[in-house]
């Protein structure tokens, strides 16, 4: 089995950054692309960054894109995101998600692990 967990979420002001981490555990070796993913009350979940095995390969949600960075330290068993330039509506709860394909993907019906999500909150 697999455990996620997320950490770095908190309240910031618009404009500020944040950076959230996921360490993974566990059978760690099953894992190869990892994503993050974003949930705001009463809205669906949806993708906002993924990475490959080896993090050569990156994807962003246009939302996103420009703004926050997802990289990665396997050594570490460690995926980031950095979250530049936020606004208020990047307020939501962030998933972390790993697959054992290597491809990067952005449907959450194509991961297999999740962890239990870190809150965001942009807030003057």
């Known amino acids: 089995q697999v455990q996620l967990v997320e950490s770095g979420g908190g309240l910031v002001q618009p404009g500020g950054s944040l950076r959230l981490s996921c360490v993974a555990s566990?059978?760690?070796?099953?894992?190869?692309?990892m994503g993050w993913f974003r949930q705001a009350p009463g809205k669906e979940r949806e993708f906002a960054a993924a990475?490959?095995?080896?993090?050569?390969?990156?994807y962003y949600a246009d939302s996103v894109k420009g703004r926050f960075t997802i990289s990665r330290d396997n050594a570490k068993n460690t995926v980031y995101l950095q979250m530049n330039s936020l606004k208020p509506e990047d307020t939501a709860v962030y998933y972390c998600a790993g697959r054992h394909d290597f491809r990067v993907a952005a449907d959450v019906y194509q991961y297999d692990y999740w962890g239990q999500g870190t809150q965001v909150t942009v807030s003057s």
């Open positions: 566990g059978s760690t070796f099953s894992i190869n692309a």
């Open positions: 990475i490959g095995w080896n993090g050569g390969r990156t």
